[in-house]
């Protein structure tokens, strides 16, 4: 909807600090110029997601602002207006304020400001920069601080993040891993702990326990982001509540809650709210947890598909590129590459939130928008993984049946289903014995006369050995 211009045209800009040129094409203005000028960093720009959450915050802030008679009607609208276009994805080349900038994320919030003054200023017919009509301070910003506005962009941002891409994915996650399990529960392999042989277990309950931990991840983050459901907006720059109407603080919320439809709160003591971390502290633990399993899991699958003549191949992920660029034919389990590779930038995230939750001082945190930044990007990033790890690998893996097989019934590790026929010691001998001279088990036992033909066969029988025993005196899901 921007409409750019070849002929350098500029309009003129004053704050607190003198008069400054912007081009007449931009929606932002003075403030963020000079963050502009200021944070040449990294030339990160501020997440999608984190626009529109401090959007929606704009946006219930004017309707309520407006519905108090504390700014007029005409700009409440036209406000509202311009925030709903940037919602629909206009306007967003205009938010320009590197994340590494102003503590707080002062630099940020202006940019808001100023967008949705300008645009609004067109939508009323003037012209953007005349702000004695709509004034990013006293009209889009009023009753507001970035001391209760960013932390509250922070919290709306992580729940938009979880309910568009991490809950879907992981849901997604979990039912494709339980297809898996029923399609390869009468597989039997055999089982490894130390990276060493041990009892034999079924290839389906591999994919049914990582189905497990994700759901049991999944619950976690749930839990946590209950914590994001608190705002402090209304505490205003110190969390007093200076400058805003009575009833704003409880409406605000009441409105953002309609607008997404979640049960949204009022933050019982707003000074907390904008100080302590916790929440993004806690959100984060949650993903560095989950980010940690899907670690492991990522090398389990590479674990499995190692090959494919001098690996395990117990099974075969879908091959979706050349692996190598000099040996021909060559396939990798990329997408499990890929997969630890975003863990562990989660988990340094994590470790990054934590040092700057504790980094506050006196009535603010300053570094909310490394936090912010983080924070959502972690989210999105995990998402993103787990549905293309899905959709591209897990869905498409593929059981080689007679290998597992072959490794289960190699395993000296059969021997531990003896103990408690032939003891322990007896056993541990049966199964030096057979190492040092390759003769079977059975072969030894029988030797030893320790057991009977029908004794072994019934104890040495893999797919009774592999099934998990039913949880008895409760209920299992």
Known sequence: MTQQTDSPQYRIERDSMGDRQIPDHAYYGIQTLRAIENFPISGIKPLSTYIDAGILIKKATAIVNGELDCIPPEVSQAI???????????FREQFVVDVYQAGAGTSHH???????ANRALEILGDEKGNYKHVNPNDHVNYGQSTNDVIPSAIRIGGLL???HTLHPALEQAIEVLEAKATEFQNIVKSGRTHLQDAVPVRLGENFRAWAQILKEHHNRIYTASGDLMVLGLGGSAAGTGLNTHPQYRARVV????????????PALHPMASMQSMAPFVNVSGALRNLAQDLVKISHDLRLMDSGPKTGLKEIQLPPVQPGSS????KYNPVMAEMTSMVCFQVMGYDNVIALAAQAGQ??????????AYNLIHSIEILGNTISVLTERCIQGIIANQERCLAYAEGSLALVTALNTHIGYLNAAAVAKESLETGKS?????????????????QVLNLEQMSQILPLLGGEQE
């Open 110 to 116: 202006m940019n808001m400001n100023e967008v949705l």
């Open 441 to 457: 088990l059975r072969q030894i036992v029988l030797e030893k006369g320790l057991m009977s033909d029908a004794e072994l066969a």
């Open 161 to 163: 993040a979880l309910s």
């Open 254 to 265: 009441e409105i953002l809650s309609e607008l997404m439809n979640l049960p949204l709160q």
């Open 362 to 371: 006196l009535e603010l945190n300053v570094m909310m928008p490394l936090i």
């Open 326 to 329: 000099i040996m021909p034919g």
């Open 80 to 90: 509202v207006q311009a925030a709903d276009e940037v919602l629909q994805g206009n």
